[in-house]
C-alpha cells in the first residue's frame, strides 16, 4: 500500500489542494512543467488538469524534496531526479551546467517527474519454478520492452529468492542488488524502501561494473541481481561473477532473442554462456506477460 504522504509532503498545498489523490488509486506520475497545466498518469489514463504549475512552485517542491539542502542532492541531481522517502523517484529537467563534457548539475529546474514506486508482492510466483533446480538458481536474464513490468517482477524475484521458497524447497540465498538507477531497492538515505528480501544487501547508484566486483570481493553474495545490461564492462564483470560461482539474474531491452542478436553487447553475453534462462516479457495481457521462456542450454523456447 503507497503511503501518498510521501509524495503530497513534497507539494506546496496549492498544488495539494487542486488533485484529488484519493481518487487515484492506479496513479503512476505526476508530470509538473512551469507555465502548464499538471498531467497526471493514471494506469493507461492521462489526465491533463486544470491547475497550471508557476515556477516557484517547482522550486518549492526541489527545496522540500532535499530537505532545504539542495548541495546535498548534487550527485543525484546531475544524474536527473532525486529519490524520496517512499522510493518515489523525482526526475528533474532544466538548464544543465556542463564542466569537463560532463553535467555537473540542473539549474533553473523548469519541470518535474513525479514517477509514483509501486512493489507487487508475489508478482514472481508463476516464474520461479522456471528459474530454480535444485536448490539453486539459473543465470536467468528477462528481456522487455518499457513499461512491460521487468523491474517490477526482478525485484519479487529478489525478494523470494532472499526469503526462500519453502513449497518449493528453495532456501533463502544471500543476494546483492546492483542498483545502479535506484529502481529496484528504491533506497531513500542507502535504505531500500521496498521489500528486496531479508538477505538482500544493495550497492544503490553504483555502475554495475563496478558493483558486481564489489559485492563479490566484500560480500560474498549467492545471487547478484542488476537491471538494464548496457555496455561491455557490464558483461565482463558478469564472466567475473560467473566464474566465480556467483548466480546471476538481470533483465535488457528487447523484444525478443531475435530482437537482440544483431547487438554486440548480446552476442557477447551469448559467446560467454553466460545466461541458461531467458524470460521475455510483453504487456499483451497486461504488464507481466510472459510470452515464452527460452532455454540457452536446449536452444529453444520452453514455454509460450
Same mark, same amino acid.
Given at each position: %500500500?503507497?503511503? %501518498? !504522504?510521501?509524495? #503530497?509532503?513534497?507539494?506546496?498545498?496549492?498544488i495539494k489542494n487542486s488533485i484529488r489523490f484519493e481518487e487515484l488509486d492506479k496513479l503512476q506520475e505526476i508530470r509538473i512543467k512551469a507555465n502548464k497545466p499538471i498531467i497526471l498518469q493514471n494506469g493507461y489514463k492521462e489526465i491533463i488538469t486544470k491547475y497550471t504549475t508557476n515556477v516557484e512552485e517547482i522550486k518549492s517542491i526541489i527545496q522540500r524534496m532535499s530537505n532545504y539542502s539542495i548541495y546535498a542532492y548534487d550527485e543525484d541531481i546531475k544524474q536527473g531526479?532525486?529519490? @524520496?522517502?517512499?522510493?518515489?523517484r523525482v526526475g528533474i529537467c532544466g538548464r544543465c551546467i556542463i564542466e569537463n563534457n560532463k553535467v555537473?548539475?540542473? $539549474?533553473d529546474p523548469a519541470s518535474l517527474n513525479i514517477r509514483i514506486c509501486r512493489e507487487v508482492i508475489g508478482c514472481s510466483n508463476f516464474l520461479i519454478p522456471h528459474i530454480i533446480r535444485n536448490n539453486s538458481v539459473?543465470? =536467468?536474464? @528477462?528481456?522487455?520492452?518499457?513499461k512491460c513490468g521487468k523491474t517490477t517482477i526482478i525485484r519479487d524475484l529478489c525478494r523470494n529468492i532472499s526469503n526462500g521458497v519453502l513449497e518449493l $524447497?528453495? =532456501?533463502?540465498?544471500?543476494?546483492?542488488?546492483?542498483?545502479? !538507477?535506484? &529502481?529496484i531497492g528504491a533506497c531513500f538515505n542507502g535504505i531500500p524502501q521496498l521489500n528486496v528480501g531479508i538477505r538482500t544487501d544493495v550497492l544503490d547508484s553504483c555502475p554495475k561494473s563496478e558493483g558486481i566486483i564489489m559485492a563479490i570481493r566484500s560480500m560474498s553474495p549467492e545471487v547478484?541481481?542488476?537491471?538494464e545490461i548496457g555496455t561491455l564492462k557490464d558483461v565482463e564483470a558478469m564472466i567475473n561473477a560467473m566464474n566465480?560461482?556467483?548466480?546471476?539474474?538481470? #533483465?535488457?531491452?528487447?523484444?525478443g532473442i531475435e530482437d537482440l542478436l544483431n547487438r554486440t553487447?548480446?552476442? &557477447?553475453?551469448? $559467446?560467454?554462456?553466460?545466461f541458461q534462462k531467458a524470460v521475455v516479457l510483453s504487456n499483451k495481457n497486461g504488464a507481466g506477460t510472459i510470452e515464452y521462456i527460452f532455454d540457452f542450454e536446449k536452444n529453444k523456447k520452453l514455454s509460450n
Open positions: %500500500m503507497i503511503n %501518498m !504522504r510521501d509524495i #503530497t509532503n513534497v507539494l506546496p498545498d496549492s531526479y532525486i529519490t @524520496i522517502k517512499g522510493g518515489h555537473k548539475t540542473i $539549474k539459473y543465470n =536467468t536474464i @528477462i528481456i522487455s520492452p518499457p $524447497k528453495l =532456501t533463502g540465498k544471500k543476494v546483492c542488488v546492483i542498483d545502479e !538507477r535506484s &529502481e547478484i541481481v542488476c537491471d566465480s560461482g556467483v548466480n546471476l539474474i538481470s #533483465t535488457i531491452h528487447g523484444y553487447v548480446f552476442n &557477447e553475453i551469448l $559467446k560467454n554462456n553466460i
